[in-house]
């Protein structure tokens, strides 16, 4: 049931700015489909209707990637409480590695760590939450990218098409008739009227995801501190809680010397 009337309502902001200038039927006048003015808008209304995709495919994966029950999942926070308070710091690790949430990815970059000390769990644990909210951040600044091109390119379309209408003015006179000029300055601004129609939801939610993104940050952010905040640092010195594979090794003119230096003393 959630699905139909979720598919039912994108479908409805999909066609906004067509549907919004379908003509109502009227006695002696045929009816214009959304069809017709879809095609009165010109050749942009077909780059507005991929800034309309964009716009809706964009707000429904922020809008989901945004859900603080996404970001910081009961089930990894308790998982990490359990682990913590047992003292398996190696198996939240593990665990933690095993779940792909922003919140476990947090929690392996300070158990990561841990092992270098308080400051150096807390500085990775801002990093990797700063990380995180540039990513999303990323992602919404595109709305804001849709919001300002989509009037620019109805308006474009619209004065393409007045170009268009006063040329076959000029080449036809006033006998052409007023009205129908008229006509053809309507169809035109339909591309204009198009672009602010994709703009301003666009901008719209553009400002609630940005603030709604704020606030799943921030409640990541203090889950994954409240975790680490009795964490016994003096006795994880130098652990390696991860066990991740280390690519740092002494200089080989280091090891050289030192491989030297046996050798003489194993001469002597």
Sequence with gaps: MKSTIRQAALTALLLLPVTAFASAPKAGVTEKTILDTYQEGGWVMHFLLVFSIGMLWLIIDIWMRTNSKKMTPADDVATAQGLFRSGDYVGAYQAMKASFSPFAEVMRAGLGSVGYGK?????????????????????????????VCAPMVGLLGTVGGMKGAFGSLGSGGLSSGVGELAGHIGEVLVATAAGLLVAIPAFMAFYFLRNKLQGAVHHLHEESERIFRNAPYEYLKDADVGQEETYAALPNWVQGAEAVEGAEVAEA
Excluded: D, F, H, M
Aim: overall charge negative; aromatic content about 6%; charged content about 20%.
């Design 119 to 147: 400051e150096a769990t807390e500085e990775a644990l801002y990093a990797t939450v700063e990380k995180i909210n540039s990513t999303l951040q990323t992602r919404i600044n595109y709305l804001s990218v849709i919001g």
